[in-house]
């Protein structure tokens, strides 16, 4: 038996106008980690350009490590 895991991870910030936007993020960074692989963490960023990217992490470590 083996049993994987996938998270995904958005922190309400200025940007969301409702916590339904907040979760919708966290989905989709969720479903980002599904199809990217098995065991991944991935987080909904945004980058300088006000896009939306998903940084996918594979292990607990890396995710202390980024804070």
């Known amino acids: 038996l083996s049993i994987t895991t996938s998270?995904?991870?958005a922190t309400y910030n200025n940007d969301d106008d409702s916590i339904e936007n907040c979760i919708k993020?966290?989905?989709?960074?969720?479903?980002?980690a599904k199809n990217t692989g098995?065991?991944?963490v991935c987080i909904s960023e945004y980058t300088r350009q006000?896009?939306?990217r998903?940084?996918?992490l594979h292990t607990a470590a890396e995710l202390i490590a980024t804070g």
């Open 7 to 9: 998270f995904g991870v």
């Open 25 to 32: 993020r966290a989905d989709e960074a969720l479903y980002a």
């Open 38 to 40: 098995k065991n991944l």
């Open 50 to 52: 006000g896009r939306e």
């Open 54 to 56: 998903f940084n996918c």
